[in-house]
């Protein structure tokens, strides 16, 4: 069976440091690759999307970016924190084909704080 | 683009009671998928329910059911028999069969709270 993994969990860290989170995916080939944000009591937004690798896409111009160095793992990154960077940000996977009937399937998330 | 909007930010329901969520979406594509996502405190993502555009029954699964109106571009989601633990945020979502990448399109939630 197919399984996401994402950490940390939980991450604090003060204006101005460097993010990086990571997302990796077992069980499947080829998946579709995504990360959302979502702050606080709010929807979700989806930050980059990736069909393959180092195929990124980015959905919102911010201070994020992401890469896939390799077919089942998903990082995203920044140089400098900002405050406006806090929030859960929710690693997911969906199969590749187009048409095919499935949904996306989501790791735990990692509560990120910036102080 | 699409959009997805769940008009209700709140809704409260009583124990046992049945509970309906109102989603509506706008596209111009004839073909689509549906969901309905529920995030409990733990804020983990679980599928609710999905729906194909292109069939007509409403899909079921146990005590959630929906009413796809595809005309009317309406996809709300029913929870018959409320139980405490359905209490989450539940989201809608859109997905194009089209649309490079199978992105997800989802509604701002709303909060469900079951009373006892």
């Known amino acids: 069976s197919q399984t996401i993994h994402q950490w940390p969990a939980t991450l604090v860290q003060p204006v101005g440091s460097p993010l990086s989170l990571e997302c990796t995916v077992e069980?499947?080939?080829?998946?579709?690759l995504y990360w959302y944000r979502q702050a606080a009591g709010r929807g979700l937004q989806l930050l980059f999307y990736?069909?393959?690798?180092?195929?990124i896409s980015s959905e919102v111009p911010q201070n994020l970016s992401a890469s896939r160095p390799q077919d089942r793992q998903f990082i995203l990154s920044s140089k400098k924190l900002l405050l406006s960077d806090s929030g859960f940000y929710l690693c997911a996977w969906s199969v590749r084909s187009p048409g095919a009937n499935t949904e996306a399937f989501f790791g735990q998330g990692t509560r990120l704080t910036v102080v | 683009a699409q959009t997805v909007t769940q008009s209700q930010p709140e809704m409260s329901v009583q124990e046992a009671e049945t509970v309906t969520l109102s989603c509506t979406y706008d596209t111009s594509e004839s073909d689509y998928y549906l969901f309905w996502y529920k995030q409990p405190p733990s804020r983990q993502m679980i599928l609710v329910i999905r729906?194909?555009?292109?069939?007509?029954q409403n899909a079921t699964e146990n005590r959630f059911s929906v009413n796809f109106q595809k005309a009317a571009k309406s996809f709300s989601l029913k929870i018959s028999d409320s139980q405490l633990g359905d209490a989450a945020m539940y989201f809608c979502?859109?997905?194009?069969?089209?649309?490079?990448?199978?992105?997800?399109?989802f509604g701002a939630g709303t909060i469900l709270r079951v009373k006892s």
């Open positions: 990736s069909v393959g690798i180092g195929q």
């Open positions: 729906q194909e555009a292109y069939k007509q």
């Open positions: 069980g499947t080939s080829n998946p579709n």
């Open positions: 979502a859109y997905r194009s069969s089209y649309e490079y990448g199978n992105k997800l399109v």
